[in-house]
């Protein structure tokens, strides 16, 4: 079965530091690839997609990067946190069928 | 940018009632998709309904679809306490498989 694994949980971070989150994806081949930020209590802001290895496009100009080295896993990216960076931030799969998503648990960012 | 927007944007009943929550969206779609969200954690996928579909079911989930209207809604018959959650409906447009969300609903089921 397919399963999807996104770390950290939390993560508390200074402003200007760097930031790498990791998200990867089992038991499927050839995935499109999410990253997805939620403000509290909203809702989600779609911020990089990926069709492929390499493939990255990016939804919304700001502090952030995506990278897809390999088939299954995706990075989010930033050399310099700012405050409005924080945020919980989601990565998800899908076939690319037109079907429906599959979330990893979620990423909770403080830029203190 | 957001495409559907949830109303209510907050929901409270009592358990054993039906909860009604409703999705308005602006351009033609693919396909719309309702997602759960738990406090703190990740979406679930709760049921698809394609463009040429009008009602769908799934247990004690029944979604319908009014393209004309550009709406849907999400009954949950028989609400129990574990349905506390937050309800998004998304849209998959046409020619793009990027899903866009809306704000969500807050249902709270009291025992």
């Known amino acids: 079965s397919q399963t999807i694994h996104q770390w950290p949980a939390t993560l508390v971070q200074p402003v200007g530091s760097p930031l790498s989150l990791e998200c990867t994806v089992e038991?499927?081949?050839?995935?499109?690839l999410y990253w997805y930020r939620q403000a509290a209590g909203r809702g989600l802001q779609l911020l990089f997609y990926s069709v492929g290895i390499g493939q990255i496009s990016s939804e919304v100009p700001q502090n952030l990067s995506a990278s897809r080295p390999q088939d299954r896993q995706f990075i989010l990216s930033s050399k310099k946190l700012l405050l409005s960076d924080s945020g919980f931030y989601l990565c998800a799969w899908s076939s690319g069928q037109f079907g429906g998503y599959t979330f990893g648990s979620g990423t909770r960012l403080t830029v203190v | 940018s957001q495409q559907g927007e949830e109303d209510p944007q907050a929901l409270s009943i009592q358990e054993g009632e039906n909860a009604t929550m409703n999705c308005s969206y602006k351009t033609s779609i693919n396909n719309l998709q309702w997602y759960r969200q738990n406090s703190g954690r990740g979406l679930v996928h709760l049921i698809l309904?394609?463009?040429?579909?009008r009602e769908k079911h799934s247990g004690r989930l029944r979604v319908t679809l009014d393209t004309s209207k550009k709406s849907s809604s999400l009954l949950i018959t028989a609400s129990r306490a574990a349905d506390t959650a937050s309800y998004f409906c998304a849209t998959d447009n046409f020619g793009n498989e990027k899903l866009t969300f809306g704000t969500g609903t807050r249902l709270t089921i009291i025992p």
């Open positions: 309904i394609r463009s040429n579909e």
């Open positions: 038991g499927t081949s050839n995935p499109n």
